[in-house]
């Protein structure tokens, strides 16, 4: 386990672990929100998705079909990432913020 991921879940553990039905209302949340594609296909500004290969979460398929919605978005995987921003990444990542920002007028 990264160093990074160790430390979080030790401090969520020592603050008194996750909440549950925070997690369960996310979901709902989510489930509620239905199909956001047609939408996407409407965004025109420069777009960039970022995507862990790793991610348990959403899987790789979720970040290309959002990448493919958007008119123009560049998708970017990262290979071991999961569904968080490791401190080992930060650079490349804002690296690609970066580059889709230098696009926008």
Same mark, same amino acid.
């Given at each position: @386990?990264?160093?990074? !991921? ?12 996750? *909440?549950? +039905? #925070? =997690? $369960?209302? /996310? ?6 929100? #239905?199909? $956001? ?6 965004? $025109? ?6 995507? #862990?290969?790793? *991610?348990?979460? !959403?899987?790789? /398929? #979720? ?5 493919? =919605?958007?008119?123009? &978005?560049?998708?970017? +995987?990262? !290979?071991? @990432? ?9 650079? =490349?990542?804002? *690296? ?5 920002? *230098? /696009? &926008?007028?």
């Amino acid at each position: @386990m990264r160093r990074g !991921v160790r430390q979080v879940a030790r401090r969520t553990f020592e603050r008194g672990g996750t *909440d549950r +039905t #925070g =997690a $369960r209302r /996310q979901n709902t949340a989510i489930l509620a929100s #239905g199909d $956001r594609t047609a939408a996407l296909a409407e965004v $025109r500004v420069p777009a960039g998705v970022i995507h #862990g290969e790793a *991610d348990p979460m !959403v899987r790789l /398929q #979720g970040g290309r079909a959002t990448a493919a =919605a958007i008119p123009g &978005a560049k998708l970017v +995987t990262f !290979v071991g @990432m999961g569904h968080d921003l490791p401190r080992e990444l930060w650079p =490349a990542i804002t *690296d690609e913020i970066r580059a889709v920002a *230098d /696009q &926008a007028r």
